[in-house]
């Protein structure tokens, strides 16, 4: 089997760990208690950041902080033009510091360099797009209600804010969320992953560089337990916003519940892509090998699972397994790796589950199927690997797996391809792949998803909103919708002169 392997470049890792702090009300601290938490590279084993460990003291204290910083306008009553400033220099100095940024991105994540560089330079397009979106916000006028009477839609930003974000996108998944926020007039209390808090850290040092007044974002590095939930709990947090797994974007619905603040959830994905027989072969063999392989899988919008016409599937399938032993696997330094370390032990642990399951439950494994080596690195890492012969009701079929792992099955008619993208808990993103545009237009009215692509996978523009139906979320990110999710509506019914006939009747 034919795999490329980069192997342990000599690329020097950091002398020092990057230490992590909080930032509460402007200020970077450490934890009351003074502890502390560790990263280790997913791909070399080393020490690569020491985190302030958070806990309910932290927490409280920041969402106090955003609260104030709310509450006195500070931010809030600021003129688009003013915020958007800020949030114009904060994308200026992100485009400065990508090389700093995303080395320790790839440090604590194990992606390849150059996509972590691809994805905080993309994120810089993202402040630089609420920017616009600060100066454009607006509400609505009703002049139609009569000669005495006129009618404006108010919109306000919702409040204080928490942003609590997963370890696969990090400095992505915070740019779709905290510009938007900030461009609303919200004030912010962030989390990022305690697996990888650096990236969320530099992000702090930029945003006081570019003048935001302390307290408008506040940082808080630690788990779940308790800092996050925390954050959700809080009475003082209007709203929070989450991406992350569909499990624990439930306990935080609940757990919102308690105090009726809004819940917007990015969650899982087990996006299908539906090849048929008329289609560019080579061009969706490309798009499903990238589709599987970016970010090693470890996406939400992974093109995970495929599903091809009968007549089409052997060639295709072949292809994808020959296109697979190009991919380059191995060490995320080397500016040639495409797929760099899976994040943890236990997660490569489960990724393999999913792929023996599968072989006990019938299914075989065309490519791949267990951990990779790489020569020189302590890290891990898993194989590029196909599984064909899937049947819908395998869990490597139904479940995100997260990991460089394609399910194949197959269908014989449209409304048969319809209905098995359609079966299944999750609605993030699908695929199809047609000549013919009756198909497309069909397949993209059809299924349950947030984002179809046609001829296409993993597209993605600032301007085009992102979001998911069923249990991959509520609410929507980017795009102008992404605006709207921070901003309350107020209306006013205004009477124009004494018109108003009394409702007691005096005599
Ligand atoms: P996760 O749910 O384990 O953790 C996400 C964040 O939530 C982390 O910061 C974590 O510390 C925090 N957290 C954990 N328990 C919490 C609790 N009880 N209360 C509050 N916060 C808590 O997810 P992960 O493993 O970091 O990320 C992978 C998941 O994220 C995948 O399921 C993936 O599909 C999803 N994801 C979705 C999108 C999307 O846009 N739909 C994008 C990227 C990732």
């Not at 809080?234 to 499990?247: L, N, Q, R, W």
């Not at 080596?373 to 898993?382: I, K, N, T, W």
């Not at 139906?469 to 609410?475: A, C, L, N, R």
Request: glycine share 10%; proline share 5%.
């Amino acid at each position: 089997m034919h795999m490329t392997i980069i192997p342990a470049t000599n690329h020097a890792l950091p002398a020092e760990p990057f230490q992590g702090r909080h930032l509460i009300d402007g200020v970077w601290q450490g934890s009351a208690d003074g502890r502390s938490f560790n990263r280790a590279s997913p791909a070399h084993g080393v020490l690569v950041s020491q985190s302030a460990l958070g806990g309910q003291a932290e927490a409280d204290a920041a969402i106090a902080a955003a609260r104030r910083a709310f509450d006195d306008g500070r931010w809030s009553r600021l003129s688009g033009k003013a915020r958007a400033a800020v949030l114009l220099r904060v994308a200026d100095l992100i485009e400065g510091s990508v090389d700093r940024i995303a080395l320790l991105e790839t440090l604590e994540s194990g992606k390849p360099i150059s996509q972590a560089k691809g994805e905080v330079a993309g994120a810089a397009d993202l402040w630089r797009y609420a920017a616009s979106l600060a100066r454009t916000l607006h509400g609505d006028s009703h002049n139609s209600l009569g000669p005495d009477m006129l009618g404006v839609v108010l919109k306000e930003p919702i409040g204080v804010v928490s942003i609590i974000t997963p370890w696969n996108f990090p400095f992505w998944i915070v740019s779709q969320k905290l510009p938007f926020a900030l461009a609303a007039g919200c004030t912010c209390v962030v989390k990022p992953s305690e697996m990888t808090p650096s990236s969320t850290v530099m992000l702090g040092e930029l945003l006081v560089q570019a003048g935001l007044p302390a307290g408008v974002v506040n940082i808080v590095l630690g788990y779940g337990l308790p800092v996050g939930a925390a954050m959700v709990e809080s009475a003082s947090v209007d709203m929070v916003t989450f991406t992350g797994s569909t499990a624990v974007g439930k306990q935080i619905a609940a757990t919102a519940a308690g105090t009726l603040k809004k819940v917007a959830l990015e969650l899982g994905g087990k996006n299908p892509q539906v090849i048929y027989p008329d289609a560019d072969l080579e061009g969706a063999a490309d798009a499903v090998t990238f589709g599987v392989y970016f970010n090693a899988g470890e996406c939400c919008n992974s093109g995970s699972r495929v599903i091809v016409h009968a007549d089409v599937a052997e060639a295709f399938i072949a292809r994808v397994v020959a296109l697979s032993g190009h991919v380059a696997f191995g060490d995320p330094l080397n500016s040639d790796t495409q797929v760099g370390a899976i994040i943890s032990p236990a997660h490569n642990a489960k990724i393999d589950s999913y792929v023996q399951a599968a072989v006990k439950a019938g299914a075989t494994v065309r490519l791949g199927g267990g951990l990779l080596q790489v020569p020189g690195l302590a890290g891990q890492f898993y194989q590029p690997t196909i599984v064909a012969d899937v049947t819908p009701d395998m869990a490597i079929a139904r479940d995100e797996v997260f990991g460089p792992v394609l399910s194949v099955l197959t269908f014989r008619t449209h409304d048969e391809a319809i209905a098995l993208v359609n079966d299944g808990t999750y609605g993030l993103s699908a695929g199809v792949w047609s000549e013919n545009v009756h198909t497309c237009m069909d397949f993209a009215r059809r299924v349950q998803a947030g984002t179809v692509w046609t001829n296409t996978w993993m597209d993605g523009f600032p301007e085009l909103t992102f979001g998911g139906v069923k249990q991959s979320g509520q609410g929507r990110e980017i795009g102008p919708y992404g605006l709207d999710e921070f901003l309350e509506v107020k209306t006013l019914a205004m009477r124009i002169g004494r018109t108003r006939a009394p409702w007691v009747k005096t005599r």
